[in-house]
Nanobody
Framework: QVQLVESGGGLVQPGGSLRLSCAASGSIFRIYNMGWYRQAPGEQRDMVATITIFGSTNYADSVQGRFTISRDIAKNAVYLQMNSLKPEDTAVYYC???????????????WGQGTQVTVSS
């Protein structure tokens, strides 16, 4: 199995910053795309930012210029630096990776357990 452990969430004032981390472990042959998604109460889960195995990034319009996604291939880790946080960024943030467990297996998506980010004064 592939396990994802997220950390870095918490309570921050508007305008503040947080850095989320997600580390993948377990039976991993190769990780492809990695990304962060978020879900506010009563809302659907939406893409925040993604990064490919080649380092290409994509951001939701609402976070462009404020959030930065990065990855450490050697550590099977992905990060989300969140600056200039707004109350509307409040949500549970989930890490997702697409990975193969062996050279012969198919690619599957694996999700973390989520970490709460609350932006409030």
């Amino acid at each position: 199995q592939v396990q994802l452990v997220e950390s870095g969430g918490g309570l921050v004032q508007p305008g503040g910053s947080l850095r989320l981390s997600c580390a993948a472990s377990g039976s991993i042959f190769r990780i492809y795309n990695m990304g962060w998604y978020r879900q506010a109460p009563g809302e659907q889960r939406d893409m925040v930012a993604t990064i490919t195995i080649f380092g290409s990034t994509n951001y939701a319009d609402s976070v462009q210029g404020r959030f930065t996604i990065s990855r450490d291939i050697a550590k099977n880790a992905v990060y989300l630096q969140m600056n200039s946080l707004k109350p509307e960024d409040t949500a549970v943030y989930y890490c997702k990776v697409r990975a193969k467990r062996s050279s012969a297996s198919a690619e599957y998506d694996y999700w973390g357990q989520g970490t709460q980010v609350t932006v409030s004064s």
